[in-house]
């Protein structure tokens, strides 16, 4: 079983960054694929953001690709995301998740999640 934290959210300007971080603990973090998720208020759950376990390959939302990018550090057992030029329909709460292939990742099953980080962005 991981357990996840995320931590980085908060309030930003129309323009600016941010960069969420995941913190991992439990065993073999460095064997599951990894995502990045977020529920707007009022809407579903979306997903954001894919990365295998290895790091090599990622895979990013069309709805923010350019802009957000996921990298994951195995030694420190943590998954980022990193948001440029956010704009307020990015805000939400994101989440981050665990699981054991691209598969469970992309459809949002199978997965260990984190509790949420808000992310809130001003016009």
């Known amino acids: 079983q991981v357990q996840l934290v995320e931590s980085g959210g908060g309030l930003v300007q129309a323009g600016g960054s941010l960069r969420l971080s995941c913190q991992a603990s439990?065993?073999?973090?460095?064997?599951?694929?990894a995502g990045w998720f977020r529920q707007a208020p009022g809407k579903e759950r979306e997903f954001v953001a894919f990365i295998n376990w290895a790091g090599s390959t990622t895979e990013i939302a069309d709805s923010v690709t350019g802009r957000f990018f996921i990298s994951r550090d195995n030694s420190k057992n943590t998954v980022s995301l990193r948001m440029n030029s956010l704009e307020p329909e990015d805000t939400a709460v994101y989440y981050c998740a665990v699981g054991p292939d691209y598969g469970a990742v992309r459809n949002g099953v199978r997965l260990s999640w984190g509790q949420g980080t808000q992310v809130t962005v001003s016009s």
């Open positions: 439990g065993r073999d973090f460095s064997s599951y694929a």
